[in-house]
């Protein structure tokens, strides 16, 4: 029996892999609603993968590389592929190798993940914006507003420059995870989850990307501002 349970959060990590292997599929033939099932799936199964090693007690050197690895492509890969296509018009208005500069978003999410595997600091925080919400937002940005990235496509480059400097630069953001419900000890995550709240009310589906953009205001604003009490 132990030496089945001691594979099923690998098992998960592999499902989270191959959710970011059809969302990479799904956002080449630019179906990014599709795409963004996928990234809720893979983002579903590495929080389960996570869970069920805690559980099981079934950690292994495998393990974590093997999730490094997921990630990679769910939330790396991925999100590079809904850049690459979102600068398709440059290729026409600019030159034809343009689209590929989307594709560092692709690299700096491998920069990103290397870092955070040997930094001991970001085991309850971040430093940078994590993979899963950078993927989030790409493909929140593609779902919502695809023609209006196609007409103002010159803003994509812009926008891939600062997905890529919020990946390595070293700002402190805030993690959902809650050890004890005070406010003075989770007062980012409240007034994120509030504001992230209103906005899924005001928007729907289409209040993603505006989400993961207030949660790294409120990540920047939380560690400016003290709260009361520290």
């Known amino acids: 029996m132990a030496s089945i349970t001691r594979h099923i959060p690998n098992t998960i990590t592999c499902l989270n892999l191959f959710s970011g292997i059809l969302g990479v599929f799904a956002a080449y033939n630019e179906d990014y609603r599709l795409s963004m099932a996928f990234v809720f799936a893979s983002a579903l199964f590495d929080f389960l993968d996570g869970f069920a090693a805690r559980l099981l007690k079934a950690y292994s050197p495998m393990g974590k590389e093997l999730d490094s690895l997921a990630d990679m492509v769910s939330f790396g890969l991925l999100p590079g592929v809904i850049a690459f296509r979102l600068m398709q ?54 779902c919502s507003f695809e023609s209006l990235m196609t007409e ?55 209040a993603l990307a505006f989400i993961i953009l207030w949660y790294i205001l409120v ?12």
């Open 89 to 142: 018009p440059a290729a026409e208005e600019w030159f034809a190798a343009a689209p590929y500069f989307g594709l560092l978003v692709t690299v700096f999410s491998a920069l990103r993940l290397a870092r955070f595997n040997i930094d001991d600091r970001q085991a309850t925080s971040f430093l940078g914006l994590a993979v899963p919400a950078n993927a989030l937002f790409w493909v929140g940005l593609a």
């Open 152 to 206: 103002y496509f010159w803003a994509v480059p812009l926008i891939v420059a600062i997905s890529c400097f919020l990946l390595v630069a070293p700002i402190p953001m805030f993690s959902l995870k809650i050890k004890s419900l005070r406010w003075s000890a989770n007062r980012s995550r409240y007034i994120f989850l509030i504001g992230a709240v209103l906005l899924v009310v005001l928007f729907g589906i289409d």
């Open 219 to 230: 990540s920047v604003i939380g560690d400016t501002v003290p709260a009361k009490g520290r």
